[in-house]
T-cell receptor, first 125, second 110 residues
Framework: EVRLVESGGGVIRPGGSLRLSCVTS????????LSWVRQAPGRGLEWVSG????????GYADSVKGRFTISRDNAKNSLFLEMDSVRVEDTALYFC??????????????????RGQGTPVTVSS | QSVLTQPASVSGSPGQSITITCTGT?????????VSWYQQHPGTVPKLIIY???NRPSGISSRFSGSKSGNTASLTISALQAEDEADYFC??????????FGGGTSLTVL
């Protein structure tokens, strides 16, 4: 069974740092691109960042570029998001998602774990 | 990286068909055949229902179909059912090698 389990969220003051993790299982991790997607309370989806299956290509939304860093550890089947200089507007539920198809980064849509809970991040003074 | 434009809400009666539009630019929707659609029920994660404009993942009903013309993509749901009531989001790959979502459309089944 494919699982994506997020963790690391919490309450943090503006300007602070946080590291999100996503531990995966049930599929060939190294063959898939991965993304972080967030959803503020009562709002829509926002793609935050993604990393290709090979790890050599990354992308960021303009809203987080220069502040967030995505990385992956293929040995641990894990995805990370380092969040620096956080802002109030970064408050959201953060989901980890996997490319729908192997070896194709982002183009064939992304898949969310139906049992996923996301990890909540609240930025507040 | 602007958000793709979707209507805030649409509605239809059981058995009817509805269409949700998703408008972008030549740098996203218009530039690629890489539009996806997601369904999200309250309290759940988004579910991929269409990818590459017209393709359905395994297990997705044929009542869901997608199309694209120029900078606008569309999701059509035929033979509307009560269980289709949900939020729907489009997304597109962009020329900046990123992904951008639409603002979302709330579907009400009357």
């Amino acid at each position: 069974e494919v699982r994506l389990v997020e963790s690391g969220g919490g309450v943090i003051r503006p300007g602070g740092s946080l590291r999100l993790s996503c531990v995966t299982s049930g599929f060939s991790f190294a063959n898939y691109g991965l993304s972080w997607v967030r959803q503020a309370p009562g709002r829509g989806l926002e793609w935050v960042s993604g990393i290709s299956y090979g790890g050599d290509t990354t992308g960021y939304a303009d809203s987080v570029k220069g502040r967030f860093t995505i990385s992956r550890d293929n040995a641990k089947n894990s995805l990370f998001l380092e969040m620096d200089s956080v802002r109030v507007e970064d408050t959201a539920l953060y989901f980890c998602a996997r490319d729908y198809s192997t070896f194709e980064w982002l183009v064939k849509g992304i898949w969310f774990d139906p049992r996923g809970q996301g990890t909540p991040v609240t930025v507040s003074s | 990286q602007s958000v793709l434009t979707q209507p805030a809400s649409v509605s239809g009666s059981p058995g009817q068909s509805i269409t949700i539009t998703c408008t972008g630019t030549h740098t996203d929707v218009g530039g690629f055949q890489y539009v996806s659609w997601y369904q999200q029920h309250p309290g759940t994660v988004p579910k991929l229902i269409i990818y590459e404009v017209t393709n359905r993942p395994s297990g997705i009903s044929s009542r869901f179909s997608g199309s694209k013309s120029g900078n606008t993509a569309s999701l059509t749901i035929s033979a509307l059912q009560a269980e289709d009531e949900a939020d729907y989001f489009c997304s597109s790959f962009t020329s900046y090698a990123t992904l951008v979502f639409g603002g979302g459309t709330s579907l009400t089944v009357l």
